[in-house]
């Protein structure tokens, strides 16, 4: 735990410096880049979207060739270097577009481009670089401390997925808060300055941990061992229907000893092959045509555990759709409403303090009541399995858009009835409203989440741990896409049939938001429905004898397992 705290610490500053711009970026792009509210939206969608998904290639890259020591070293230098950009940008006013007032003819709003967007891209894209590597890091290399062959260990790294929410959320309060007032009123060139200024920090305070990590060896590409068993399936299954004289059948022969030696020693799967997925036993059947796609059992079993959870990452793909809403639509909601409280002026992209306040409070309460309860109450290690805890946030996320889309009809029906539909003035409508939603979806974010990383750990082969925890970010980063996806077929589709398109114009008031979160409620539950189909039928990995990695400590200390 002592190593995993540096990890956690380094979270707090890693998410204060992402969230800070990603909350507000929204409303940065419309009132200073000049695009319009959905092509705001979408721009926020795609770079969330494209850090998220690049997740996938630092959880590679950490499982094959480097470490997940040197993949986050690397990728906060990229991260810092695009902040740096964009601090820039934001500093020198030729940087940016001349600034003008909508609606007056004299001062035309052009949003941003040649060089300016160029530099605009270059410093985002960047910055979705670093957080891409670091998301697939950081995570995988706090969860390898614990040693998952004891209870003891399996329960603490269980505790630290929970806690790196926690932690993931202190940043984000930071963030949403101080940080998001200093754009507002102070100019972003502060809020981009101390993003730069926390990921900078964060690397020597990674580095204080250097002593106590244990750090898994690269192994290889997990990726070519999983086309190698369904590139070899295939052809014997061709190879089969062919002959007519073939009999499918492994003997224990197919598999050399070393490799049953190697099944035996390091993991809990025996030489007899499991019967899911049946086909891909024929890969470990010996092919005399094609010897070097002969694979062992271990590598077939490892194929057929990374094929079963595949469809629990779909599943959870609409869930992050819903979750891309808090800083895209619900921000520029937010933003046409009263955000007075008392003689305090909150900014909109301040809304996301509601989730992470609750899920500061839910996530050590779920770690220190809620889960001993459960235990008692099911008489099992896990007590909530991971795939209930997904199940919920599911479900919390159908609920979240049912409450988004009344919300939104009574802020249209102000804006009516007030006749202020073409007005700029805030409208008479707390923005508290909108605040409900952020309640749901906070909450869906903390059991999904948390879930997720923790599901795709612990079910992931030793040798693509990284790459599977990762899975839980590009999980994130289609919701986002999807979402953009969802905006502009909606547009297309409702200008197809001669309507008003849903989404679109530079004036909120005008949209038909309401009727795209109860879309968004509708596709949540017919997903959540195929959810349910496919958790019921996955059967967990076996953890009574975990496999045993190999490491190397920085440090050698009796206390340490290696």
Known sequence: MLAASFVLAVEVLENLAFLANASNLVLYLSKFMHYSPSGSANIVTNFMGTAFLLALLGGFLADAFFTTYSIFLLSAVIESLGLLILTLQAHVPYLKPPTCVSNQLGSPCHKVGGGKAVMLFSGLYLVALGVGGIKGSLPPHGAEQFDET??????K?????????FCLSCGALIAVTLVVW????KGWQWGFGISTLTIVVSIPIFLLGSPTYRIKTPAGSPIT????????????????????????????SSVSSDSVRDVDEQTPITPIPTQNLEFLNRAAMKNPNHPELKCTLKQVEEAKVVLKIFPIFASTIMLNC???????????QAATMNTKLGSLK?????????PVIFIMILAPTYNHAIV?????????????THLQRIGTGLVLSIVAMAVAALVEMKRKNVALRTHMLDSSEPLPISFLWVALQYLFLGSADLFSLAGMMEFFFTEAPMSMRSLATALSWASLAMGYYFSSVLVSVINGVTKACRLTPWLYGRSLNHYHLERFYWLMCILSGLNFLQYLFWANRYTYRSKSAGEQPPFKEQQHKSHLVV
């Open 157 to 165: 790294r269980s505790a630290f997925f929970n806690y790196f929410i």
């Open 150 to 155: 004891t209870f003891v260990g399996r329960n």
């Open 346 to 354: 909150v900014p909109p992209a301040s809304l996301p303090v509601f």
């Open 182 to 185: 200093m754009e507002d009123n």
């Open 372 to 384: 001993p309860i459960a235990r008692k109450l099911t008489k099992s290690e896990m007590g909530i």
């Open 322 to 332: 819903c979750l891309a809403q808090l800083s895209t639509f619900s921000v520029q």
């Open 225 to 252: 061992t999983i086309f190698k068993v369904l590139a070899s399936a295939a052809f014997i299954s061709r190879k089969a229907k062919s002959s007519n004289n073939v009999v499918i059948s492994i003997s224990t």
